[in-house]
């Protein structure tokens, strides 16, 4: 069994930056990928980003590309979200996910992913 929990969120005005943690634990925790994805009230579920485990290679939405940056310490079993140049838009539920998915089309979709953390809250003041 594998578990994800996110945390870092919080409310920033605009500009401000915020860093996400998703933390997984258990056994057999060995994925392909992890991503991040986020939710606002009425809307789906949206790709942001993903990070290949092995050779941290990265993916972004175009949203978010030059603002947010994903890395991961494999040591700790640990994925971030840096966010920056926050904008009201960004607010949302945000989540990660844990894929075995190779395919980099595809971990851009909810789908694709196996695992799921709770969700950290960030909200965006203008």
Known sequence: QVQLVESGGGLVQAGGSLRLSCAASGR????YAMGWFRQAP???REFV????????NTV???SVKGRFTISRDNAKN???VQ?????PEDAAVYY???????????RTRVSAYGYWGQGTQVTVSS
């Open 96 to 106: 990660c996910g844990a894929t075995n998915s190779v395919s980099p089309t595809m």
């Open 42 to 44: 009425g809307k789906e």
């Open 83 to 87: 966010t920056n140049s926050l904008k």
């Open 49 to 56: 980003g993903s990070i290949t485990w092995s050779g941290g």
């Open 78 to 80: 640990t994925v971030y």
């Open 28 to 31: 057999t925790f060995n994925p």
């Open 60 to 62: 972004y939405a175009d």
